[in-house]
């Protein structure tokens, strides 16, 4: 599981931590392989935005030892999904995959119940932007874990 936005600092690495637990919590996470990336180069290396990290820890998540880094071409073999937060970050990933691999790319929130379809960029707005990222993120994370479940089982 590839989770990705522009920079990977803010909504993916926070899609990250969320989804780490929730998979953790159902006993899996010897099978899920989970990781983050952005699509641009902007941030590479450096942690979390400390408002993303600061507002996921208020819920129970961490971010620690999240570095960002760069979608590479590997990453297409490497995961079953790639999930984009966003449809710029879902067009970039589209251009990069090849045919094989186009298969595996999808919007985060498609797998929640939501009626947006992106994940909102917080980075420049307020701790309410945090916030709604993180509700978005877990019903979405619920969501994806369920396609995950019912995808084994088949």
């Known amino acids: 599981m590839l989770f990705v936005c522009m920079g990977n600092i803010c909504r993916?690495?926070?899609?990250?931590?969320?989804?780490?637990?929730?998979?953790?919590?159902a006993g899996l996470a010897a099978d899920v392989d989970i990781d983050s990336a952005?699509?641009?180069?902007y941030h590479v290396n450096e942690p979390a935005?400390?408002?993303?990290?600061?507002a996921a820890e208020r819920r129970g998540y961490s971010l620690e030892g999240?570095?960002?880094?760069?979608?590479?071409a590997t990453d297409f073999e490497r995961f079953d999904y790639i999930v984009a937060m966003d449809r710029d970050n879902l067009d970039e990933l589209q251009?990069?995959?090849?045919?094989?691999?186009?298969?595996?790319l999808h919007l985060?929130?498609?797998?929640?119940?939501?009626?947006e379809d992106e994940v909102p960029d917080p980075y420049y707005g307020?701790?309410?932007g945090f916030e709604r990222v993180l509700?978005?993120?877990e019903e979405a994370s619920r969501g994806l874990l369920e396609t995950l479940r019912k995808s084994s089982a088949a």
């Open 12 to 25: 993916s690495p926070t899609a990250e931590g969320v989804f780490r637990r929730i998979v953790e919590q």
């Open 38 to 41: 952005g699509t641009h180069a």
């Open 49 to 54: 935005d400390r408002r993303a990290a600061a």
């Open 66 to 72: 999240i570095r960002a880094r760069r979608v590479s």
């Open 95 to 104: 251009k990069q995959a090849s045919k094989e691999h186009a298969g595996k």
């Open 108 to 115: 985060f929130l498609a797998f929640a119940g939501a009626a």
């Open 126 to 128: 307020g701790a309410a």
């Open 135 to 137: 509700d978005l993120v």
